[in-house]
């Protein structure tokens, strides 16, 4: 079966550094990968979308890359900022016609001033 | 637009009871799903729907029901709840042009 992985130790930066967070997955090569954003009690929030035949996206502070050989996607924060302290979930799909997607356990990342 | 709505935000459960969680969307989206999510792991996906009247299981749908019959709803079904369905519940609605999927605000569930 597909197996997805984060980094499940927290990630602890400087305000202003640059957070690198890694997923890395088994088997298959998705459709399309997602990273959302996860707030303590409450839902995930869609940040940005990778298709396979997309190496790079980039929406603000946000990139995103997508090496279908290495089976990794990397999701970048630059210029962080304390409100960016969030759990960050990857989240990959295997086919379009449903939607379905199949989550990592998050990376909580943590921004001091 | 209020976006994906879920009721009740908490609830406690002996074994053995039964209850159902709503989840209502206004965005027209024809995709729905059902995750849980236990502490400190990603969501798992229970069911879902690619329209109305149409459903499936997703990872892990023993224990649970579900039934689409409007495209604004898509209730969840716990029979006979067990100490292992405690968890967070989140619905989330998806835009079948753009694959982005909106959640809702989740329903935290004890099961004693």
């Known amino acids: 079966s597909q197996k997805i992985e984060q980094n499940s130790e927290a990630l602890n930066i400087q305000e202003g550094k640059t957070a690198t967070l890694t997923c890395n997955y088994t088997?298959?090569?998705?459709?399309?990968l997602q990273w959302y954003r996860q707030d303590p009690g409450r839902g995930p929030v869609f940040l940005l979308l990778i298709r396979e035949n997309e190496k790079e996206k980039r929406k603000e502070r946000l990139k995103v890359t997508f090496d279908t050989t290495l089976k990794q996607s990397l999701f970048h924060i630059t210029a962080s900022q304390p409100a960016d302290s969030a759990t960050y979930l990857c989240a990959l799909a295997f086919s379009s016609n449903t939607g379905k997607l199949i989550f990592g356990q998050g990376t909580t990342l943590q921004v001091k001033p | 637009n209020a976006g994906v709505t879920q009721t009740p935000k908490f609830r406690i459960l002996k074994i053995g009871q039964s209850m159902t969680l709503q989840c209502t969307q206004d965005?027209?989206?024809?995709?729905m799903y059902w995750y849980r999510q236990d502490p400190g792991m990603g969501l798992k996906l229970i069911y879902y729907s690619v329209g109305a009247g149409i459903t499936d299981k997703g990872e892990v749908p023993n224990g649970y029901n579900v039934s689409r019959s409007t495209t604004e709803d898509f209730p969840l079904r716990l029979e006979l709840a067990a100490p292992s369905q405690t968890s967070v519940y989140f619905c989330?609605?998806?835009?079948?042009?753009?694959?982005?999927?909106?959640f809702g605000p989740g329903t935290r569930l004890t099961v004693l």
């Open positions: 088997n298959y090569s998705p459709a399309y």
């Open positions: 989330a609605s998806g835009d079948s042009f753009t694959d982005t999927q909106y």
């Open positions: 965005m027209n989206h024809n995709y």
